[in-house]
């Protein structure tokens, strides 16, 4: 187990009208002007915005609007939130919306009270304190944002998507109401599913030992996305099945399911190059693609930690050939995304063999993560592996 | 699922050295000056005390100190901590020890900014949110109080031992080294382990359905704590048992492994009572007689829930009948405390038939935890059945 360091101070209210407690909850705390950043217009025509610009007004908290986010959040809205921040002398930020939100609300958070651009945080890693509270109102679960140290965001003109990651970012209140979910289409609820089980995979294969107390966490979260993904995508409207979901999404991605392990994010890394090539390629479906590839191609490096996977979360009984059992593993894994109506191949995706070593062209040297070095843990991959998963992916 | 609200803000410092750290984090923190609180002898003979003034020391941090917190920590010495952080102006309260010495601090830090007597809070339960942040260096894993939002304390003018929750009084740092653990006792190790297996038991246990995502994490601590037990019995020094235990019972008792559910807690007031009776009973090993007792009287209300408890945890083979399958989880459960060399009957605690009856008198009209009410929710229970548990402890 090596020497870590956690801290998730997210206070989260959870349940049918969470979201009615936002202005109370933000006036207790001392907020006198919010900044309210949303997207698209699902959140306006649901009539969930006016419920919160209500609950604000009735708490004496103040409003500043700023919509629009979209998909792969940027740079350009972000700066907008920070002057508009600056101008009104905002004292906290308020995303309502899933994870793409709440990513802009973090950079417009760590932007507002520095004297240098946003980007700079971005470009450097530099960490601050001095940062302004978030609050998230979650309608999306899939990234795990509203809890998560980290961010993601896009800079189109440099044709960048970087991430920013800082315990000071992490969102002070989290409102998660599971009707929220009730209306979200399958493919989005399931490509949700996917980034959520895609998180645990990459803290739990890595280069430590086994870490029992968080192996056995980790490994309870995966179980529940298996057992509840088929009632949640059979039932939208499953108020439970919702609830659990909605709450291991969280869980996912906070922190505990790996702490004491190295973690490798390697995927995570060419799927955001992937969807960087190709920005109709949603995160959840490119891991769907890509994570059993990855599987395959590192597999070698230690079969047993894929066997005992399978065991636990799939209930396959061991067979006597660790080599065998691994593989089965990975296969119930491609099964399991594809059962969910995820793509399982880059071809179901569109990509050909010519267009996919365009790709591979496009791709390679922007693969930010590493900057050209080996980069994962569980087998650290050099540039031609990394081409080799994306054919393999095929 | 029930709503909840949920917070866990403490700060977590966990590996090798760790205590190392607490004069720069508690500087960073903006401490001048703590009170540093302990218990007997062993950290001050072990060098520990001495490692954590120089850390202190090395950056800035003033200390007042104060030692000599027993077992079942009582109010007069937490008055006299409150005194001394008004006469210095303390601002951090620093506990070096395990749950009894974080629940005196816990206490102190609630007293010291009260225009009102610290044993105030303890009998009106009233929330405040002025209470001096306080840090932990954990000695012994067990109570899980390092994150927890409880205390309890003794009051012996009073003849009354009673708890306070409050989430303000959750710790801001902890300091966990599992090197600190090695030189426990055996008892006082086991005793440990069933005081937090048993944390996991009061929240499994109640009159909510299945909520998957809390009763899976939950039943992962379970099972770690079972695997991980025999080892560190075994094996005291072993570095990854200590640790996968030390961060298992603050996981025990944080509270995610309750979020959704109503909880129990009937076993822990009829511990708490039985130990007031019989100050030399440790209260895991109170805990350990007493659960198994519990669950065979309660089990009716649901041996479905018993059932499915045995199958994860102790890997038992459903049978067709769940009443039987229900006591042998109940068995399994008796004969696991019983492996750590856990009392589990109330003779070998030196009671006999006699003295059984005195102690019942003693203790059903101090039963606090209800004043007479039936308490519990997985099956509530009247002072007749708390009686009729201690009988079938015997």
Redesign the interface.
Known sequence: ????????????????D?EAQVGTKLAERGATRVLLHYGGKSAQESGLLDRIRESLAQAGVAVVELGGVRPNPEITLVREGVRLCKEHQVDWVLAVGGGSVVDSAKAIAVGAPADVDVWHFYETKEQTDDILPIAVVLTIPAAGSEASKNAVVSNDELGMKTGYANNAQRPKLAFLN?ELTFTLPPFQTAAGLTDMFCHLLERFFDDVGA????D??N???M??IR??APRVLADPEN??AR??IM??GM?CHQG?AG??RHEDWATHGLEHELSAFDTSITHGAGLAVLFPAWMEFVCDANPARFAFYGREVFGLVPTGDVQADALSAIDETRAFFASLGMPVTLTELGLTEETLEEAIDFMLPTLRINKGEPFGSFKPLTMEDAAAIYRMAL
Chains 1, 2 share one sequence.
């Open positions: 187990m090596e020497n870590f360091e956690f801290v998730s101070p997210t206070h989260f209210v959870f349940g049918h969470a599971p870490v029992p107390v968080t056995n966490l490994l309870s979260l179980k529940t057992a509840e108020y439970d609830a659990n709450w291991t869980l505990l702490v004491g």
